[in-house]
């Protein structure tokens, strides 16, 4: 065999070998774009029922003594606020099923309708206190358990022993889906409305804000301390073993696990100088430790990313070592320095234990109305709803993380557009 045949050969053969890598690659980036289709999927479709929520429609009589109210007297909103709406709402379901008087029974028709109608109910007659003894019909929320079964295909089938409603319940609905009574609306109460103990009245707003308000905090203590260590490391640091200790540490705590910082948030701002627990305060100021060697080391480079040349003319100019820095090479770096920022706080965004560790866990009804206030973040509320037993909370579950993955998608094509955008290729 000539030396030209084993050449050929050879070629041949890493030929072979350089499509099977390929072929390779192109599986892997398949799998892996395939097993993400499966779980968005997945996530969708079970988060689609929480979008859409049960009503029913009641023919309302509001009666004073019904409603506890003293003939004559002025109405007011603190005689409102502590009036009997409840009786008011379960009147208005028996009366739309008179044929219904042993008292097990009456419970599991109040049942079919959620406890927030009694609210619903209130806030009508404080917006129009004209109502006051009148009947008007007006569409409530249902239960969960109706809900889910009304949006259970599955759930029809079994027998009454394996699920929540009763067969008299379920005959109570077709009736009332006969007559008319029942309506599918898009769930505002979902973007509008906190936590709550019952799956059709819990929300996402309260963790919304809390997460809006702990970002905020944390971009306030990350971003300038995050520059300025980059910035000296990087133009004024002198080459010596303390800043080389310094360097090998900060990429050593981009590593440390998040549930670290946590515990020493607890340890140092809660313990030690009592910063408010449970609060966006010290939830930005952990998250804000947590994104530091991010956001440095993305400066970094950003900062090395300016040649060496736009320092000499600036030097050569005239400028001094501190104009240079300022004024030529961190607005040159200022994008991807941007970059990093963003992504960092995408990672906070996304964080979940060491906020568990400064109390951020806890069940929060109110939407937070400042950093000190007690709050609650996306993460965290999607970890107290998967843990919770009502089935209807899958659905939330699902629709919370759809709006996290949405949050964090527009953060990173931020990200992107600002780097698209302003990059500079020297």
């Not at 398949?30 to 999927?41: D, E, H, N, R, Y």
Request: glycine fraction near 6%; avoid cysteine; aromatic fraction near 8%.
């Amino acid at each position: 065999m000539t030396n030209t045949e084993k050449v050929k050969r050879g070629l041949a053969k890493r030929y072979r070998k350089e499509r099977r890598f390929r072929a390779m690659g192109l599986i892997a980036v398949l799998l892996g774009f395939a097993f993400l289709i499966v779980l968005l999927s997945d996530i969708t479709i079970k988060a689609l029922p929480a979008f859409h929520q049960t009503y029913l429609k009641l023919d309302i009589n509001l009666d004073p003594e019904v409603l506890g109210l003293a003939p004559g007297r002025p109405l007011d909103e603190k005689a409102i606020l502590h009036a009997d709406f409840r009786s008011v709402v379960r009147r208005s379901m028996y009366a739309l099923f008179p044929e219904v008087r042993k008292r097990r029974d009456k419970r599991k028709l109040a049942a079919l309708v959620s406890t927030g109608a009694q609210y619903q109910v209130r806030d009508r007659l404080l917006r129009d206190h004209a109502l006051l003894g009148q009947t008007f019909s007006m569409w409530v929320l249902a239960d969960d358990d109706v809900d889910t079964y009304l949006n259970t295909r599955s759930l029809r089938d079994l027998k009454q022993s394996e699920r929540r409603l009763r067969d008299n319940q379920v005959a109570w609905l077709e009736r009332l889906k006969q007559e008319g009574r029942i309506d599918r609306r898009f769930n505002w109460l979902f973007f509008s409305s906190a936590d709550s103990r019952e799956p059709e009245l819990a929300g996402i707003l309260g963790a919304v804000v809390g997460s809006f308000y702990t970002l905020l905090v944390t971009i306030g203590l990350a971003f300038p301390l995050s520059l300025a260590a980059a910035v000296y490391l990087e133009e004024f640091a002198p080459r010596n073993r303390w800043v080389d200790f310094i360097e090998v540490n900060i990429n050593n705590l981009a590593a440390v696990p998040s549930i670290v910082f946590g515990l020493l948030g607890l340890a140092v701002f809660i313990n030690f100088f009592g910063v408010p627990r449970s609060s966006p305060l010290v939830g930005g100021m952990v998250l804000a430790l947590m994104t530091l060697p991010t956001i440095i080391i993305a400066a970094r480079a950003a900062l090395k990313a300016v040649p060496p040349s736009i320092r000499e003319a600036a030097l050569g100019l005239g400028a001094s070592h501190t104009q240079m820095v300022f004024h030529h090479v961190v607005p040159l770096a200022m994008p991807g320095v941007l970059t990093g920022t963003i992504i960092g706080m995408a990672q906070a965004l996304g964080e979940t234990a060491p906020l568990l560790m400064i109390g951020m866990v806890a069940f929060i009804v109110d939407i937070p109305q400042g950093f000190t206030d007690s709050a609650t973040v996306l993460p965290v509320q999607i970890y107290l709803w998967a843990d919770s037993p009502e089935r209807a909370f899958v659905a939330k579950t699902s629709a919370a993380i759809l709006v996290l993955l949405g949050f964090l998608v527009l953060m990173n094509g931020i990200a992107i557009l600002l780097r698209k955008r302003f990059e500079r290729k020297w």
